[in-house]
């Protein structure tokens, strides 16, 4: 009986042991897989920061388990160190590129590479790759930013797109980024090349690269544009959120930690680098003066034109400090990062838009639009080089671009796409031939995602911009009855001024005007000029619109029973002599006072 009660008491211990044993197993080996296996070199991920979207945005999911406090500057450090430079180097320090005395051998290689890119490539290719652009110059309180390790800073993959692009530039962009992103947070460097037919982006470059497996190669066969070598470096990428960057660039220390933060924080943010400019003579890179904070956001005008403004008093109010996002009604769409899958959620882009131009207003409209936001952040720094023109063409020019603007105003921009076609007369032949593409499918996404309204966009995200009647009273060309001449003002360097003096001509292409209910007449293709009366030196001629109101005593017409514009301020009326647009004293007999509104056929 006691051998037995010995036995029982033995064989229970032992299975209890065996069980907390397994227990400690099991519990350990689901401890093990479950938690980051570089604890200390925490790396998040977008997906797991908001979880999957729902109906337009992330939804918030548990996250792996990671360290307190701030990632330290050695868990930042970048991919490759930057090799010693001489500060007495061309350009070193980003200082402008001076050469001795060119020999003529050297003038004709400026020259030849002038023609070639459209910038000094002379200087360029005479200025290290690894340039170090010196002190870092942001404001303090980008310097004092710091990044939580908890959930962690997503990883990147950077895309750069290039076509023929000079070699100095494009090792230079990517040495910039391998010498200042973190290598913890950078996934890759993917090169997309949109079909170069230099001999030196093809096998050579791929040889360059061969041994630094980070750095990727993909190659469009034939040539199709920006966007779509774009889509295809995101369908390749592997970090959670895309980086996209021209391939003339420099990027500023610190640039990428504040959009991949603000994207942690904010996954529907569409975020770009404050971009500064590199000179394209001298490649002089100009740094951030950390005294002077006047920021400039996208805008656009209603011919469908990115342009910039200075950021207004309500944003700037709205601003903490300078690690604070700026909201920007439009972007560049040159340089900026957003989460792939976001990108993917909202649309990528249009890919049935061909080559460039439009796409970056396309995705500003669709982003606000549709919930999320599109944000410049100041304490990332990224240099460009600005061209005065572009050195590469594309099939059908200027017309390829207007096809895919006539896709954005169709698909975003509701009744206001007429403003564009009136603005635009080839725009809206285009949009009469019915030759821009079908465009139900972005249609289909508009109506998927629940987008808002393009007035809706006006009032919220840009009201500061003006608003054109979407039907005016009349609008076409002023045609003088009397003289038949047609009211008329020729283009300074490409694009009309304020102050111009008009003319009356013949001329078949005419500019169109609008008269507006604030009985204002603006010229269509410009929208911010106006006709102003200048009666003490009886003249008229065209002068920025006064106000988004009530419009200024100059700039008020109206038009008489016997067809006069007369301005009621002065009490004279827009005459013509000698082919001169005059005010002179209405007189509803005279020939050269009557005017009515034609249309081009």
Same mark, same amino acid.
């Given at each position: ?102 020999? =003529?051998?050297?003038?004709? $290689? ?12 002379? =200087? ?125 660039? !420099? ?12 994207? =942690? ?66 972007? =560049? ?76 105003? &169709? ?78 003002? !020729? ?5 009309? $001024? ?44 065209? &002068? ?58």
């Amino acid at each position: 009986m006691h051998l037995y009660s010995f036995r029982h008491k033995r064989s229970l211990k032992i299975a209890v042991s065996s069980f907390l044993c397994l227990s400690f197993i099991i519990h350990f080996y689901f401890s093990y897989t479950l938690t980051p296996q570089h604890p200390d070199l925490p790396s998040g991920n977008v997906k797991n920061l908001r979880g999957s979207i729902q109906s337009g945005m992330f939804t918030h999911s548990s996250v792996p388990k990671c360290p307190p406090g701030f990632y330290s500057q050695q868990e930042l450090r970048p991919h490759l160190q930057r090799p010693f430079q001489d500060p007495w180097e061309p350009g070193a320090g980003g200082k402008p590129f001076v050469w001795r005395r060119m020999t =003529a051998e050297e003038e004709k $290689e400026e020259s030849s590479g002038y023609k070639k890119n459209q910038f000094n490539q002379f =200087a360029s290719d005479h200025i290290s790759l690894h340039r170090n652009l010196g002190e870092d110059t942001r404001p303090p309180d980008c310097l004092k930013q710091k990044f939580l390790r908890c959930p962690g800073l997503p990883t990147t993959s950077v895309i750069i797109v290039f076509h023929n692009e000079a070699w100095s530039t494009l090792l230079r962009t990517v040495y910039s980024v391998l010498h200042t992103a973190p290598a913890v947070l950078l996934a890759e460097i993917l090169l997309v090349d949109d079909a170069s037919t230099d001999d030196h982006l093809k096998a050579p470059l791929d040889e360059y690269w061969r041994n630094l497996h980070i750095v990727h190669v993909l190659r469009q066969k034939e040539r199709k544009g920006l966007i779509t070598a774009r889509l295809m470096g995101a369908q390749a990428a592997q970090g959670d959120v895309l980086t996209f960057l021209d391939s003339h660039c !420099e990027c500023f220390p610190g640039w990428l930690e504040p959009l991949l933060a603000r994207i =942690a924080q904010e996954p529907t943010a569409v975020v770009s680098p404050k971009i500064n400019n590199i000179d394209y003579k001298s490649l002089k890179f100009h740094k951030p003066d950390p005294a002077q904070q006047n920021y400039s956001r996208g805008n656009f005008d209603w011919r469908l034109k990115f342009g910039w403004e200075r950021v207004p008093w309500e944003e700037k109010k709205r601003r903490k400090n300078e690690t604070s996002p700026i909201r920007t009604p439009t972007f =560049a769409g040159g340089l900026f990062s957003v989460s792939k899958t976001y990108f993917e959620h909202i649309g990528t882009y249009d890919d049935q838009m061909e080559f460039w131009g439009g796409e970056n207003l396309e995705m500003s409209f669709r982003v606000w639009m549709c919930g999320g936001l599109l944000e410049i952040i100041p304490c990332s720094v990224v240099g460009h080089i600005f061209r005065k023109k572009s050195p590469h063409s594309f099939p059908n020019g200027s017309a390829t671009i207007l096809r895919n603007l006539v896709r954005l105003a &169709e698909v975003w921009m509701d009744e206001y796409r007429w403003v564009f076609y009136r603005t635009n007369r080839k725009a809206a032949s285009i949009f009469r031939a019915n030759s821009y593409g079908d465009v139900s499918e972005r249609r289909k996404l508009r109506e998927k995602l629940n987008c808002k309204s393009f007035s809706w966009y006006l009032n919220n995200i840009y009201p500061e911009a003006y608003r054109p009647d979407v039907r005016p009273i009349i609008y076409g060309q002023l045609n003088n009855t009397g003289c038949g001449c047609r009211l008329d003002v !020729e283009k300074t360097k490409k694009h009309w $001024e304020a102050g111009q003096i008009l003319k009356c001509n013949n001329r078949e292409e005419a500019q169109y005007f609008e008269y507006t209910s604030q009985k204002e007449i603006r010229l269509s293709a410009g929208i911010e000029l106006c006709l102003h009366a200048n009666p003490e030196m009886t003249l008229v001629f065209l &002068e920025s619109c006064k106000s988004k109101g009530k419009g200024a005593a100059e700039q008020v017409w109206i038009f008489t029973r016997t067809n006069q514009m007369k301005n009621p301020s002065s009490g004279k009326c827009v005459s013509v002599a000698g082919g001169n647009v005059i005010l002179s004293r209405c007189k509803s007999t005279s020939v050269g006072q009557s005017w009515v509104f034609i249309r081009a056929k």
